[in-house]
C-alpha cells in the first residue's frame, strides 16, 4: 500500500505556511466544479480516481476498466476501515471551490485540471465518504480531520498544495495550520 505523496516535515511547513499569502477569501463569481476538468486519464483507461483507489488501497483487485472490484481502504480523516470502493471518496485536500476562492479563479483550464488530477503533490486521498461529505469546501479554519492523530499530515499537506500552487489563505486558516502543526511534536 502506497499513501498520500509525503508532505514537506513539519519546519518547512512551517516556513511554507509564513510565505503563504494572507487574504480574505470571498466566494468569488463564477465557480462550478465543471471548471477543474477531473478524473482524466492517465495511463490506459485508468483514470485519477481509479489511480488513486489503487495507490491508497490495500490488495486492490481492478476489472479490465480498471475500476477497483474490491480492496481494502483506511479513511485517515476519521480512522475507518472501508473494504468498498463506492464507499471511498478522493478528496481534494484543498478543495475545488476553496483553490477557486483562493487564487484558481484566475488560473486557465489546463492549470486547474493539473490542479484537480495532481498525484504527485499531497493533494488527492482516499477517505471515507462521510467524512469528506463533513468537510465540503471548507478550510482548516472550518474543519478537521475527526482523527487528531492526522492533523500533522493534513496540516502539512495543505500547507504544501497551497504553496506548490501559490494559493492564498485566510487568518482564521492561517492560525488553525499552526495549531494543527503544533501535534507534529506532540
Known amino acids: 500500500m502506497r499513501e498520500l505523496p ?14 503563504l499569502v494572507v487574504a480574505d477569501e470571498d466566494d468569488a463569481p463564477g465557480y462550478s466544479w465543471s ?6 486519464t492517465q495511463y490506459g483507461t485508468c483514470d485519477t480516481r481509479e489511480v488513486t483507489l489503487q495507490r491508497d488501497s490495500q490488495d486492490v483487485v481492478q476489472d479490465d476498466q480498471c475500476r477497483a472490484e ?3 481502504w483506511y479513511s485517515a480523516y476519521d480512522g475507518l476501515t472501508i473494504d468498498s470502493a463506492s464507499r471511498i471518496d478522493i478528496d481534494h485536500i484543498v478543495p475545488l471551490k476553496e483553490a477557486w476562492r483562493s487564487g484558481a479563479s484566475e488560473w486557465s483550464t489546463p492549470e486547474r485540471r493539473a490542479f484537480a ?3 504527485v503533490h499531497s493533494q488527492l486521498i ?26 500533522c499530515t493534513y496540516s ?9 500552487y501559490q494559493l492564498t489563505a485566510n ?16
Open 70 to 72: 474490491s480492496g481494502t
Open 117 to 119: 488530477n495532481d498525484l
Open 6 to 19: 509525503e508532505p514537506p516535515d513539519a519546519v518547512k511547513a512551517r516556513e511554507l505556511l509564513a510565505d
Open 156 to 164: 502539512r499537506a495543505w500547507i504544501s498544495v497551497k504553496a506548490t
Open 171 to 186: 487568518p482564521a486558516e492561517v492560525n488553525a495550520l499552526s495549531e494543527m502543526l503544533d501535534t507534529c511534536n506532540a
Open 35 to 40: 471548471k477543474f476538468p477531473h478524473w482524466i
Open 126 to 151: 482516499a477517505v471515507s465518504y462521510s467524512s469528506n461529505r463533513k468537510k465540503g469546501d471548507k478550510d482548516p479554519g472550518n474543519w478537521k480531520p475527526p482523527l487528531q492523530s492526522y492533523w
